[in-house]
């Protein structure tokens, strides 16, 4: 029998979105019966992630919890979120709900410590960063991120400005400053770039760089395709999907 992946989106939509193309993009599948039967809930009634963390507003954790029994009810072997930031709340849950959740934090540090990565440029959500999230490993890799600053005025205004990388509509100003805010990261001499949040990688495919990156959306993906027993394209079977 085949197995059933979920899939919580809407945070962002597109970045959700560009979850789902990218596992599709990357198995092997000749006919529809090929492809995995996925759920996707874009539950765009979350609550933002890092207003709650930073700043103290309403909690995601009642939409996200709804998502997540909406999962189980409908019998999926796995459950991903495609937000990053989300899993600093996901993480408190009780731990019978999160026996079917695969994390991709704890997924990127592991690739990390396998290629021998230790000084690490990490573009997250200023939630992200305060929740400590990918700090918690600190002891083992040495994370490095923007200052406040420049963490603000570039990278979190790219995401969030009007017309950013969560909108339906992004504006040149958005990729005009996520790819500052990637240089930025980059001259503080780290060893590769980490896209900790989900929108990175929108970004990233529009900068030209020749520092390694990993994105942590493709980290996960390469963990569904696993999970899944999915077969890779024939170009992916022998490469990284998550390093470039």
């Given at each position: 029998m085949k197995k059933k992946i979920g899939i919580i989106s809407g945070m962002g939509t597109r970045a959700g979105l560009y979850f789902v193309n990218k596992l599709?993009?990357?198995?092997?599948?000749?006919?529809?019966?090929?492809?995995p039967e996925f759920i996707l809930h874009n539950n765009s009634s979350v609550p933002d992630r890092t207003l709650a963390i930073v700043y103290g507003k309403k909690s995601p954790e009642r939409e996200l919890l709804r998502s997540i029994k909406m999962m189980n009810e409908l019998q999926v072997d796995y459950i991903v979120l495609t937000c990053i930031t989300s899993y600093h709340f996901v993480n408190m849950l009780d731990k019978e709900l999160?026996?079917?959740i695969?994390?991709?934090v704890e997924l990127t540090i592991n690739v990390l410590l396998q290629k021998g990565y230790r000084r690490i440029g990490l573009m997250a959500t200023?939630?992200?960063?305060?929740?400590k999230l990918f700090h918690k490993h600190s002891e083992e890799i040495d994370l490095i991120t923007l200052n406040e600053k420049e963490q603000e005025e570039l990278f979190m205004k790219s995401i969030y400005m009007d017309g950013g990388l969560k909108s339906s509509e992004i504006k040149?100003?958005?990729y005009y400053l996520f790819e500052k805010a990637f240089d930025t990261?980059?001259?503080?001499e780290v060893d590769v770039m980490v896209g900790g949040c989900s929108e990175v990688q929108?970004?990233?495919?529009?900068?030209?760089?020749?520092?390694?990156?990993?994105d942590t959306m493709s980290v996960l993906v390469d963990e569904v395709i696993k999970v899944m027993n999915l077969k890779k394209t024939t170009n992916e079977q022998e490469a990284d999907t998550f390093l470039v």
């Open positions: 599709i993009d990357q198995i092997h599948a000749p006919k529809d019966q090929d492809f999160l026996k079917n695969l994390n991709p200023t939630g992200t960063i305060k929740s040149e100003e958005a990261l980059k001259e503080y929108i970004g990233y495919e529009n900068i030209t760089t020749e520092i390694p990156y990993i």
